[in-house]
């Protein structure tokens, strides 16, 4: 019925109210009772315009509470706005406190939202509400204000047990008020909820309910965290039921200033690092974070003192200074995030963001025979793979495995060299003589560099210095035991192929003969049975290189199987079959078996046919999309390659050795992107939740997998999100572009 007056009302001229009476309050929904009660004081509808709430008091005689005053001045204002429509302060109030009216007490809006469900306002009256104190803004969000709580105290002063609310909210107990009044604490309680029921809404409440009902916090530490007096602590006691969450261990569920999280730190003795995680306070917690925001490039102690101390007095922590860069040698030594290079300088790298497949593969890259190497040998023959966990050179590689990859055998050195199988360098030195003798020292120092990428400089000291017993005229030479004609038979009998690797031979010889390595392994002997030391093998003189026999190898066939030989779990083997699949020579079908291009000539497929399938790709997407293979037919793309009806393998792997497109290999399949930087996981998987801006986590694994069907495992990808800019919820299982955006999900 109201509604119904309503809309008479607007449509009514204005001169026909120009008289207008408190019945006509009736049409905004002010009750017959109240209206009786204001014509019984005589109260016409022009007292109204200036009546505050002491005169209504002294004309209703004090018989009259608050809220009944505030019903009937909210009627008059919104009966004003139907009479006059122009758009006065009263009008855009009026609309405003609509519009709040339909939103729960502590629900948040944003300029855009409240301006399309009131387009006759404009961002200028948001300002104009919030100097009137009628609305209350946080970031980009606004509320409605409410009245504060001692409002309400003062407007009930006079209300009866209104001491018994006093009483409790200046901190004494229930017990205690009935004691002092001597009644029954049922009693006390019934008091106190009556006096609630008077106090609706309030401001305190609209601030702080969240906090109070999420977490358990002292009356202290509240105190200093919001600036008020204990009476709003134990009123907010009294009105909700406290959480349960460790403030100080969910310290990131809570949209905090910075000073606000220092003081729970403070209180706490606790310390947020870089990686937004709680960790004891001292000086090495505090190192890292330096590290992590100034040393994520080349660093060193001296670099890096004074950005120490002003990280300690910028956030007020509760530790001394270091008094010199000296100082901060001992904590760079110690800490785990501290990745070193050459010349005492260093910088930050998370050993974590490595995967367990990345580790295992560091691992196997040192499945090398007893010797003494140079790191760069590994970081040079996998200059990819290095790029892809952020592995700058060989010194960083040496410290990587020293500090955080222990393997059986493997003794690291003075950086950047390392020992296979726990062998001296001497030892190891004599054991080449006898291999190469009689050879140049130049030549000797070559050789070694080339395999196991030692340096020659250095190297030659060392044999002038430490083995010149074995050098004359510039020529290596040593003394070979006698070896029988029947001794030379066996040699040749276990010689069944064209390559070995010297340990299987060395295996196989020294069950016969114990000193079988020092005796047999040399060219002078070999030479005599058509075979040389190359490297680690033992190969046929037909060929001088061992990379070019793998490679003779594998495309004299139509199809080439890795049986995972000895010769064949190398590093020379996989640097072959790497360059040939790069060099679109061999293609991959299956784990461990390759099509070579010859047999693919064959049945008419040319080189420049799997080149032109790789330009039509490249045509086919745009730049910075990450793709797969079921993604581009999915999207429409053909050519005459995908009619052959390979597997996905064969097709992804073509992608892959294309030097514009950078894949991420994974288990499970290939994603791809055309740009010219490297790329990782963590890059993808970053980009598709800052696409979302906030997704689900399981939801995000479905997409990945409906959309490039390549299936992750979701505890990977939180893993990798952490530490970039992605906030990842626990709690609602959830992603987040940033931190801000899951504040505003869950406080709007």
Request: charged share 25%; net charge negative; aromatic share 14%.
């Amino acid at each position: 019925m109201i509604t119904k007056v309503q809309g008479i009302l607007r449509a009514l001229p204005d001169e026909q109210l120009t008289q207008p009476s408190i019945k006509h309050l009736a049409a905004t929904g002010l009750s017959e009772n109240i209206i009786k009660l204001l014509q019984s004081y005589n109260i016409v509808y022009g007292d109204l315009q200036d009546l505050k709430l002491p005169k209504f008091v002294a004309l209703t005689s004090g018989n009259c509470r608050e809220s009944t005053y505030q019903r009937i001045m909210d009627a008059y204002s919104e009966f004003e706005n139907l009479l006059f429509k122009n758009h006065s302060n009263l009008d855009r109030e009026f609309l405003l406190k609509s519009f709040l009216d339909s939103l729960g007490p502590d629900e948040f809006f944003t300029a855009n939202q409240f301006l399309d469900k009131n387009p006759t306002l404009n961002s200028e009256d948001l300002v104009f509400f919030i100097k009137k104190d009628l609305l209350y803004k946080e970031g980009v969000w606004y509320r409605k204000k409410y009245k504060e709580l001692q409002v309400h105290i003062n407007t009930n002063s006079n209300v009866k047990h209104i001491d018994v609310f006093l009483s409790r909210i200046n901190g004494k107990t229930m017990q205690e008020v009935a004691d002092q009044q001597k009644v029954s604490r049922q009693t006390i309680s019934n008091r106190e909820k009556t006096i609630l029921k008077l106090i609706p809404f309030t401001e305190e409440e609209a601030l702080y309910k969240k906090f109070f009902e999420y977490f358990s916090c002292s009356k202290n530490l509240f105190c200093d965290l919001f600036n008020e007096p204990e009476s709003i602590y134990n009123f907010l006691n009294i009105r909700f039921e406290k959480g349960v969450k460790h403030l100080l261990n969910n310290i990131g569920d809570y949209p905090f200033t910075e000073q606000q999280r220092k003081i729970i730190l403070r209180y706490y003795n606790g310390f947020i690092n870089h990686k937004n995680q709680l960790t004891a306070l001292n000086k090495l917690a505090v190192f890292e974070d330096v590290l992590y925001y100034h040393g994520r490039n080349s660093s060193n102690d001296n670099s890096l003192f004074q950005k120490y101390n002003e990280h300690i007095i910028t956030h007020n922590y509760d530790i001394e200074l270091a008094k010199d860069a000296a100082e901060l040698r001992g904590l760079q030594e110690r800490s785990s995030y501290a990745l070193h290079d050459r010349s005492k300088k260093y910088r930050y790298f998370d050993f974590t963001q490595l995967n367990e497949d990345e580790i295992t593969y560091l691992k196997e890259l040192l499945n090398l025979p007893p010797g003494i190497y140079n790191m760069k040998k590994i970081h040079y023959e996998n200059l990819d793979f290095m790029k892809s966990i952020d592995i700058h050179n060989e010194h960083e590689l040496h410290n990587l495995y020293r500090a955080f990859i222990p393997i059986k055998n493997v003794t690291y050195n003075r950086m950047p060299e390392f020992s296979i199988g726990n062998i001296e360098k001497k030892n190891f030195i004599i054991h080449l003589f006898f291999e190469r003798a009689p050879i140049h020292i130049d030549d000797f120092i070559n050789y070694v560099h080339n395999v196991y990428y030692l340096q020659k400089n250095s190297l030659k000291s060392y044999l002038q210095m430490e083995l010149s017993e074995y050098i004359s005229e510039e020529i290596i030479q040593v003394e070979y035991q006698e070896v029988t004609d029947e001794e030379i038979n066996y040699l040749k009998s276990i010689l069944t192929s064209d390559i070995h690797t010297i340990d299987e031979i060395v295996e196989l010889g020294s069950q016969k003969v114990e000193d079988f390595s020092t005796r047999f392994i040399n060219n002078m002997l070999l030479n005599k049975l058509g075979f040389s030391i190359r490297g680690q093998f033992i190969l046929i003189n037909e060929y001088k290189a061992v990379e070019r026999y793998f490679t003779d190898i594998i495309l004299q066939q139509d199809y080439f199987s890795n049986e995972r030989l000895p010769v064949q779990r190398t590093q020379s083997f996989w640097k072959t079959i790497y360059d040939l699949e790069k060099n679109l020579d061999i293609f991959k079908l299956d784990s461990d078996m390759y099509i070579t291009l010859g047999k693919l000539e064959q049945v008419g497929i040319s080189k420049s046919t799997i080149i032109d399938f790789q330009s039509k790709v490249k045509a086919f997407i745009e730049k910075e999309q990450y793709f797969s293979l079921a993604l581009l037919q999915k999207n429409g793309f053909s050519h005459q390659l995908l009619d052959l009806g390979f597997e996905n393998i064969f097709y992804n792997r073509i992608l892959w050795a294309d030097s514009e497109i950078k894949g991420i290999t994974l288990s499970a399949g290939y994603i791809f992107i055309l740009q010219k930087r490297d790329v990782s996981l963590v890059d993808f998987l970053e980009s598709l939740v800052q696409e979302h801006e906030t997704i689900d986590a399981y939801d995000l694994i479905e997409h990945i997998y409906e959309k490039y069907k390549v299936r992750i495992e979701l505890q990977k990808a939180i893993t990798l999100l952490q530490n970039t800019e992605v906030y990842y919820s626990p709690e609602l299982s959830k992603f987040y572009c940033d931190k801000d955006t899951f504040f505003e999900e869950i406080y709007k």
